[in-house]
């Protein structure tokens, strides 16, 4: 049998590091299945989801030239197909350089809105929506406290009245 990239291939857990799993694929070939691709989830300790010596069905999603192979185990699990929701159309709108005009407590509540908005829909968001939702409260936080250590002559420090 010859192993080729996208053909799911079953095998055994020969050994297991901080890191991923080796499966041995039979006719003297392994691969690697790296601890990001063994689950969905986030894995603290890949001794608690595989065991040396568990059979497994893994996707090869590389062969390097020098033989290496990249396998993934939650590649390979058959799942139903889901939509994906329409992403909605990034906005026009840019906020002005002037935030000091908008009031502190509009930013706590259209947070608390967004973060209701989330909580309210069944469908879990994927990471692309997480990290631009991470990335938007990151740049107000960093502006806000970029607002308040350097005062109106420069500096570092916070304000002095």
């Known amino acids: ?79 139903p197909v889901q939509k994906e929701a329409p992403k909605a159309a990034p906005s026009s709108h840019r906020p002005s350089g002037n935030f000091r005009s908008r009031p502190a407590g509009n930013m706590d509540r259209n947070r608390q809105h967004n973060n209701h908005e989330q909580r309210s829909s069944n469908v879990e968001p994927d990471f692309d929506q997480m990290l631009s939702g991470f990335l938007k409260d990151s740049e107000t936080r960093l502006s806000t406290l970029k607002r308040n250590t350097d005062g109106k002559r420069g500096g570092r420090g916070g304000r002095r009245s």
């Open 1 to 79: 049998m010859t192993i080729e990239v996208g053909t799911k291939v079953d095998g055994k857990v020969s050994g297991i590091t901080n890191f991923g799993a080796f499966i041995d694929l039979g006719e003297n070939r392994s691969g690697l299945v790296h601890i990001s691709e063994v689950s969905d989830g986030f894995i603290k300790d890949i001794h608690d989801v595989l065991n040396v010596g568990d059979a497994v069905t893994v996707k090869v999603l590389s062969i390097a030239d020098d033989g290496k192979i990249a396998l993934s185990i939650r590649k390979a699990a058959d799942r």
